[in-house]
């Protein structure tokens, strides 16, 4: 595998392992063959379908090895960390309340928080998938 690995139709290995923070502290984001496996069966069980449905979905944040984790401040068990999570950008209200509705309704999804961050008022979802257990269903507003 290498970072042009297609996971699935619309997602790359190196899309959802990109970050500029790793980038800026020479960080190596490279995720396991397991995390691999787990962003593959995100992209196609979660991400792909809100694809399908709402066009071009930017993902701000996907797999997190622990030092970049730590150094974005996510939670000690992120489910970053094993590639089972990831974050997309949301230009606006009623956009993220349509793909907040969407994904509620239409995919099997472990968590969704729609996070709004209040300093600034940038908007994103958080969207996991596991195989660990049942998926959750866990959907929430939050702001950080």
């Not at 290498?2 to 619309?10: D, G, Q």
């Not at 030092?67 to 992120?78: F, Q, R, T, Y």
């Amino acid at each position: 595998m290498n970072e042009h690995t297609m996971l699935s139709e619309h997602f790359s290995l190196e899309e959802m392992t990109r970050s500029g923070v790793a980038l800026s502290r020479g960080i190596d984001n490279t995720p396991s063959p397991e995390a691999v496996e787990n962003l593959r069966l995100l992209c196609l069980n979660v991400l792909e379908p809100v694809r399908r449905r709402f066009g071009a979905v930017r993902v701000t944040s996907g797999y997190r090895c622990p030092e970049l984790n730590k150094a974005v401040g996510g939670a000690p068990l992120s489910q970053h960390l094993r590639g089972e999570a990831a974050d997309i950008h949301i230009a606006g209200m009623e956009v993220g309340r349509k793909i907040y509705d969407f994904v509620r309704q239409n995919t099997d999804f472990d968590q969704m928080l729609f996070e709004r961050r209040q300093s600034n008022g940038c908007r994103w979802l958080h969207l996991s998938y596991t195989t660990r257990r049942p998926n959750r269903r866990q959907a929430a507003e939050v702001a950080v």
